[in-house]
């Protein structure tokens, strides 16, 4: 029997955490869930242990080590113990049944890395994420559209060029070959820099459109993580276009002209303007960060900001402004 090791790791996302959890185990008992607690101490690790005993194992972290740290400590954890497959999950998904299993055997038959099918779960016909590319104009990684994914084969293979982290299965032999996911980026763009890696390394890459999952996208990016979320956007995002996008200095002008003037442009909203001036900031700090190479969790300062700025977005909205 294979032994997979599932990483789901929770961020002030307890409810989500449990529910994941029960639906990886209601898919397949066989599977072992591996809660990883990034520093948030919300209860999360003693909630899933009293609910699903010795079916998971829990591990805390003291401090919030972004997304990189978070899954690199898990998957740490199942390569010290001998796992056979390991896949990495975002918790605010639910796995349909027999989608891991599915996903396992799709990565042990082809020594591949493999993402499912990842649907909406606010609207399960709508497809989030089936494929993915690299701009070869702006060197951004993105998912690909309806009208431009090919066809699975017999087996409902789809060959892609990255993977999306929500959810990525490989045996151990490849997660030793390619390396853990690089720390410097925290959150964004880790998954394709994994991606252009195992590539590399001559690790296939597959969408299996037969198992699937659903995700409540967007949900690590509320509160201050909505002005966070910009920060790790641009200094990852160009960082990811300058080493490993095969572009120059002119890719990444154009993905700053592209995918980071439009994200700060003021709205016609009210509100517009200071919106605009406060992801300016975050953008300056993004780009100094940036030149002196400072890599990891964004800025106390910035995070202090952003917390005021996502408090002050509230008491608007409560308002009515």
């Not at 709508?126 to 590319?133: D, K, M, R, S």
């Amino acid at each position: 029997m294979i032994f997979h090791v599932v990483v789901v790791l929770s961020y002030y996302g307890r409810e989500d955490t449990l529910s994941c959890v029960e639906s990886i185990l209601s898919g397949d008992t066989s599977i072992h869930p591996l809660v990883v607690d990034n520093g948030s101490c919300d209860g999360v690790v003693e909630a899933a242990a009293a609910r699903f005993g010795d079916q998971i194992s829990t591990l805390q972290l003291a401090t919030n080590t972004g997304f990189t740290g978070g899954m690199n400590s898990g998957l740490h954890w199942a390569l010290e113990r001998g796992a056979d497959v390991i896949t990495v999950l975002n918790n605010d998904t639910t796995c349909r049944p027999g989608a891991l299993t599915r996903l396992a055997e799709t990565a042990t038959r082809h020594h591949a890395a493999v993402t499912p099918e990842i649907r909406y779960r606010s609207d399960t016909n709508a497809v989030w994420f089936a494929g993915g590319t690299i701009d070869p104009a702006t060197g951004l990684a993105r998912h690909l559209g309806d009208g431009e994914l090919a066809p699975p084969d017999a087996q409902g293979l789809r060959p892609t060029d990255v993977l999306t982290g929500c959810s990525v299965t490989a045996q151990s032999a490849v997660w030793r070959r390619v390396g853990q996911f690089d720390d410097r980026y925290f959150l964004n763009f880790e998954d394709s820099d994994w991606s252009v890696r195992a590539r590399a390394a001559r690790v296939p890459l597959i969408v299996d459109t037969a198992a699937v999952i659903e995700h409540q996208v967007a949900a690590s990016f509320a509160g201050a993580y909505s002005y966070l979320g910009l920060y790790f956007y641009v200094r990852n995002g160009i960082t990811f276009v300058r080493e490993r996008s095969g572009g120059g200095p002119l890719t990444a002008a154009r993905f700053v002209r592209h995918h980071v003037v439009p994200r700060v442009r003021p709205r016609v909203t009210t509100g517009g303007l200071r919106a605009a001036c406060r992801r300016a900031v975050v953008v300056m700090y993004a780009a100094r960060d940036l030149a002196l190479r400072r890599w990891g969790p964004a800025p106390r300062s910035l995070q202090l900001r952003a917390t005021k700025w996502s408090e002050s977005d509230m008491g608007e909205k409560v308002n009515g402004e």
